[in-house]
């Protein structure tokens, strides 16, 4: 399963010919390949080991039309000997195909078909419930290379707070791109291998809150998009739709100014709405969280700005 993930992080998702072999596991190899989510790729490798002595590095050559192998190779131990097709070419894992797998996986298949959205990193897998909340899920691979594509996509297909994105990225890396706070499951911390077949398992955990926030005394906006709750002395308080977009409005904003025209706007209210008809119900988030000049002008507390944005 390491060695799966590895791989999908890798821009060209080939691997060589020995890795399968020198494995261990060639059965778990030969079964993502049944999947699909490895086949051979029609490069042949630089070099591989002789499969006859396993010492010696030698060059794959094809063959001549017409022979039962296709390739061969000159040892200088063992001289000539033939190569089957398998030893010979990269092989490759197919992201798709691992996307389609998760699909099943996660029971959504026949429901929802998988769409790739960004070009070989962002799959939306389809949506249910889990723990009675809706969920979006979304598959993908090299995510830190392309996440602005990335973050359009999964705001266009998932409400804030609703996506789950499965992922063979480096989480601490994506936490230095704009796709920070989004709620992402390393695939090998659930995708479980049980003889020969996959599994997911533990998934439940990054829905609890658990896996993310640790316990603290932290008070934050840090998962205001991803969780759509404000983080106070530890304690997390869900937000309405229309707290929610009065907070995203000043988040967006970093800190500067923002009109109650502006503000109106994107809550799609009257311009003269009255802000202690909205604060009333959220009283300690916006005492804790949101500045006013009495103007008509409000911004995020200076303490509270989402920093690191990353762009
Ligand atoms: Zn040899």
Redesign the pocket.
Known sequence: MAALCALLEQPTHQLLPDSVWASGQPSIYQHLRSNEALSLSGDVAECVL?P??LS?SVRPVPTHAGAELPYQCY?G??GW?DLPKERARLWQVNPSKVAIWLNAALGLKIRHPVSEVVRGRLWHLGAREHKRKRHNFFFGCLLSGDANAIQGEIDRLASPGTEAVITTSDLLALQSTNLKGRLFIPLQAIAQLRKGNFAIEGLDAYFDGLARTAVTDETSLRLLDSKRVALIAGTEISLSPQVYGFLKVLDEADGDEVHKRKIAAALGIAENFRYADIKKHHRTVFDTFVQSDQQGNYWLHPDFLVLERGY
């Open positions: 002789c006859d002595c010696v040892c131990e063992c000997v």
